[in-house]
T-cell receptor, first 117, second 111 residues
Framework: GAVVSQHPSWVICKSGTSVKIECRSL??????MFWYRQFPKQSLMLMAT?????????EQGVEKDKFLINHASLTLSTLTVTSAHPEDSSFYIC?????????????FGEGSRLTVL | AQRVTQPEKLLSVFKGAPVELKCNYS??????LFWYVQYSRQRLQLLLR??SRESIKGFTADLNKGETSFHLKKPFAQEEDSAMYYC?????????????FGTGTLLAVQP
């Protein structure tokens, strides 16, 4: 159990358009999900904490108007990259904590690669 | 500031050789340390956590507060151990499952 799925796995878009990435917990309810960004050969950079039914908490330096996060249900969080530009091209990963799992045990999605032309 | 440092980007060993993946941290308070692993074309998954004091797939890691280290060790590497390993630290920012990740070490086990 404890599967997290992201969609799409990869997306290419034109500069100026918006792109939505979904993160779903398939077999458990996730009150909290996390969104990360990973640059090539670098670590996962936490962007924001997505809380079901409330506003996301963004890390310092992350533009909340640029990266819109919505956690409308206990199994779905979405990340929308608004007015995307080439510098937004990256690998975006989500994770979720499952009720009853140990502290720090996160279940990760497979990631979504965004390429902005 | 809270930080995780993995000094080696790549560690290449031969099958059967001992492995030590280094992880140092900076944290004010009582940290919880984790090792996550990502095998080729798979998602990131938890390997082990210091609080459990467990051995998973032959890997162990001991938290050394004096040296602020949490090195991952295995006495005899196997080819299937080849993967990307991330050391992680938490909690921070007041949230239980918010983790800080290191930059990762790619372990390559040669036959």
């Amino acid at each position: 159990g404890a599967v997290v799925s992201q969609h799409p796995s990869w997306v290419i878009c034109k500069s100026g358009t918006s792109v939505k990435i979904e993160c779903r917990s398939l077999d458990f309810q996730a009150t909290t999900m996390f969104w990360y960004r990973q640059f090539p050969k670098q670590s996962l950079m936490l962007m924001a904490t997505s809380n079901e039914g409330s506003k996301a908490t963004y890390e310092q330096g992350v533009e909340k108007d640029k990266f819109l996060i919505n956690h409308a249900s206990l199994t779905l969080s979405t990340l929308t990259v608004t007015s995307a530009h080439p510098e937004d091209s990256s690998f975006y990963i989500c994770s979720a904590s499952r009720p009853g799992a140990g502290t720090g045990e996160l279940f990760f999605g497979e990631g979504s690669r965004l390429t902005v032309l | 500031a809270q930080r995780v440092t993995q000094p080696e980007k790549l560690l290449s060993v031969f099958k059967g050789a001992p492995v030590e993946l280094k992880c140092n941290y900076s944290y004010s308070g009582s940290p919880e340390l984790f090792w996550y692993v990502q095998y080729s074309r798979q998602r990131l998954q938890l390997l082990l956590r210091h609080i459990s004091r467990e051995s998973i797939k032959g890997f162990t890691a001991d938290l050394n507060k004096g040296e602020t280290s949490f090195h991952l060790k295995k006495p005899f590497a196997q080819e299937e151990d080849s993967a990307m390993y991330y050391c992680a630290l938490g909690p921070y920012g007041g949230a239980t499952n918010k983790l800080i990740f290191g930059t990762g070490t790619l372990l390559a086990v040669q036959p």
